[in-house]
């Protein structure tokens, strides 16, 4: 069982990236997904989730109307597109197998850097 978040890098503000969370060795369409961050010096914050039962999602304020996260069932993934990325959006981003921090399952996370 295993869970991969791939997809971060250096972009500059204003651009966008797409984060993709994949499964192996399970379903994930069986499980809410949560999106996470953790910035330097900061505690971890959950950023966005989708739910397991109806596809309802979850944003933090900070990212409403940039982020967008979705599920795609045929390839066991679920993204997080990034647009209009600000500075204080660097960060390390870990996906789960839940929306709160008692997630069963987690994801090496990937490093997202926005600087000019």
């Known amino acids: 069982v295993q869970l991969q978040a791939s997809g971060g890098g250096l972009v500059q503000p204003g651009g966008s990236l797409r984060l993709s969370c994949a499964a192996s060795g399970f379903t994930l369409d ?3 997904i949560g999106w996470f961050r953790q910035a330097p010096g900061k505690e971890r914050e959950g950023v966005s989730c989708i739910s397991s ?8 304020d900070s990212v409403k109307g940039r982020f967008t996260i979705y599920r ?3 390839k066991n993934t679920v993204y997080l597109q990034m647009n209009s990325l600000k500075l ?3 960060a390390v981003y870990s996906c789960a197998t839940d929306c709160t921090m008692a ?5 090496e996370g990937t490093q ?3 600087s000019s």
């Open 30 to 32: 069986y499980y809410a």
């Open 53 to 60: 039962s109806d596809g309802s999602t979850y944003y933090v």
């Open 72 to 74: 795609d069932n045929a």
């Open 88 to 90: 204080e959006d660097t």
């Open 103 to 107: 997630a069963d399952y987690w994801g």
């Open 112 to 114: 997202v850097t926005v």
